[in-house]
């Protein structure tokens, strides 16, 4: 069973930075996109980040472009959701996700899912 598990959520203010972490449970993502998703309350699961199995190729959603940064170490099968300047509208759970081959930025597309990370901003 391959299971992701997240660390690295909390509460931090408005400027601040976070850094997430999501480990996986087995070495079946050399061939994987990872990707990172957030979820606010009422809103629906948005992308927010993902980066290929060779680490080349990485994709941003806009509204965190120039601020946060996906990376991923396969050797720990983990990927990293490095946040900096955070602001209110990022509190929401974030989600890390496995996708075999090809590039996506739908949540509904991805195969695995991690439980959520908690990460509230307050201004």
């Not at 080349?56 to 990376?71: E, H, M, P, Q, W």
Request: glycine share 10%; charged share 20%; aromatic share 14%.
């Amino acid at each position: 069973q391959v299971q992701l598990v997240e660390s690295g959520g909390g509460l931090v203010q408005a400027g601040g930075s976070l850094r997430l972490s999501c480990a996986a449970s087995e070495r079946t993502f050399t061939n994987h996109w990872l990707g990172w998703f957030r979820q606010a309350p009422g809103k629906e699961r948005e992308f927010v980040a993902t980066v290929s199995w060779s680490g080349g190729r990485l994709y941003y959603a806009d509204s965190v472009k120039g601020r946060f940064a996906i990376s991923r170490d396969n050797a720990k099968n983990t990927v990293y959701l490095q946040m900096n300047s955070l602001k209110p509208e990022d509190t929401a759970v974030y989600y890390c996700a496995a996708r075999a081959l090809y590039y996506s930025d739908t949540p509904g597309a991805y195969d695995y899912w991690g439980q959520g990370t908690q990460v509230t901003v307050s201004s």
